[in-house]
């Protein structure tokens, strides 16, 4: 238990950390909270700074996920799997609710992904595939993120109906995390959900 706490909390300060404000002060020493939709995002990023921001910010990002969860399996957690999702949820908790910017922070889709590309490479993969395809076709970030989400869920479901046991077995406890998560990021996005309904979100790129 001592080792699953001290993870949490290394996850949760990790996740933390605002990598979107770190590149946007360090590529052209602005504040990202001041620009676009004033998230500290990968979207926004993208809005302030162009490409390669938004992919190193979108790398950083998922990495607070994943490192702590792979942490912990390093270390001999990893058949518990309910430990596991605890220690990817706080670094998501962490990025959403960061310590280093008084309880605000981003949206948890990239940690969310780092997260798992630790667990479920598979869902990672079916989750990229729809968020490109849906900001191909919609220039939406927001609607893009949460099409991810929600076939990353989708996903990990069928995953573990069907037995899946290919780098790691989908137990409940990813389920149950996928519909945390799913939860989280729509809580997150539910301004822009209501802009999406009435036709004002912001675009990530010119039609």
Known sequence: MPKVLALVAFAYLLGSVPCGWLVMKLYRNLDVRQLGSGNIGAANVFRAGGHGAFALTLVLDALKGFIPVMLAIGLGLGSQEWSLAVIGLAAVIGHTWSIYLG?????????????????????????????FLTVRLTHLASLSSLVAVGVGFVSLLALHLVGWTLWRPVGWSAVALGVVLVGLVAYRHRHNIERLASGREMKLTAD
Not at 111 to 122: E, I, K, Q, R
Request: no cysteine; glycine share 18%; hydrophobic share 55%.
């Open 103 to 131: 309880f605000r922070g981003g949206k948890g889709v990239a940690t969310s992904g780092g997260v798992m590309l630790a667990l479920s490479p598979v869902t990672l993969v079916l989750a990229i595939l729809s968020w």
